[in-house]
T-cell receptor, first 114, second 112 residues
Framework: DAGITQSPRHKVTETGTPVTLRCHQT?????MYWYRQDPGHGLRLIHY???????DKGEVSDGYSVSRSKTEDFLLTLESATSSQTSVYFC?????????????FGPGTRLTVL | GQSLEQPSEVTAVEGAIVQINCTYQ??????LSWYQQHDGGAPTFLSY????GLEETGRFSSFLSRSDSYGYLLLQELQMKDSASYFC?????????????FGAGTTVTVRA
């Protein structure tokens, strides 16, 4: 257990509405990640952070933005949700200064966009 | 970029041995990881290979051949609780070595 929580755990929203998902960690790790998981695609990286206010895009970043104003919180925002963003979203952290091969995942957020 | 291929499904009986193969194409490579995910749960780390050869962790072993761009996860003495999805993941070489690229996953079903 790496002390990672995600909120909300489930959310149903309508197309065109903004949505913010929160990832919170209690161990002050530098690297944090947001993934989405869809059937047949495994885990795909949306955005990641390597420090406060330091973020970068992953492979499926279109339609998403992130912010990290504190070490412990990494927020994922869907500015205008679309049905294609219906997915399970996982936050993860990587321990150590240089990142590691081992990532620890939060419990996930199931998002449904109607 | 990176691409990984692994079988989508494997079914086996309790006590059997299952091998999940993973082939990868990558522009830079640091190592290969394996993760397990039970239905409805979060992925959890199983093993990591940075060097060629076999790494054993209890009933699970992982193998890597860099020259063949190939690895596998071996599950021995299968138990019902091993029914889960298994993902291989490539760790790229620096400067992107803090990011992982995951395969689509292999669903393992263990039958009594």
């Amino acid at each position: 257990d790496a002390g990672i929580t995600q909120s909300p755990r489930h959310k149903v929203t309508e197309t065109g509405t903004p949505v913010t998902l929160r990832c919170h960690q209690t161990e002050n790790h530098r690297y944090m990640y947001w993934y989405r998981q869809d059937p047949g695609h495994g885990l795909r990286l949306i955005h990641y952070s390597y420090g406060v206010k330091d973020t970068d895009k992953g492979e499926v970043s279109d339609g998403y933005s992130v912010s990290r104003s504190k070490t412990e919180d990494f927020l994922l925002t869907l500015e205008s949700a679309t049905s294609s963003q219906t997915s399970v979203y996982f936050c993860a952290i990587s321990k150590g200064q240089g990142g590691t091969n081992e990532q620890f995942f939060g419990p996930g957020t199931r998002l449904t966009v109607l | 970029g990176q691409s990984l291929e692994q079988p989508s499904e494997v079914t086996a009986v309790e006590g059997a041995i299952v091998q999940i193969n993973c082939t990868y194409q990558t522009s830079g490579f640091y190592g290969l990881s394996w993760y397990q995910q039970h239905d409805g749960g979060a992925p959890t780390f199983l093993s990591y290979n940075a060097l060629d050869g076999l790494e054993e962790t209890g009933r699970f072993s992982s193998f890597l051949s860099r020259s063949d761009s190939y690895g596998y996860l071996l599950l021995q003495e299968l138990q019902m609780k091993d029914s889960a999805s298994y993902f291989c993941a490539v760790r790229p070489s620096p400067p992107n070595d803090y990011k992982l690229s995951f395969g689509a996953g292999t669903t393992v079903t263990v039958r009594a």
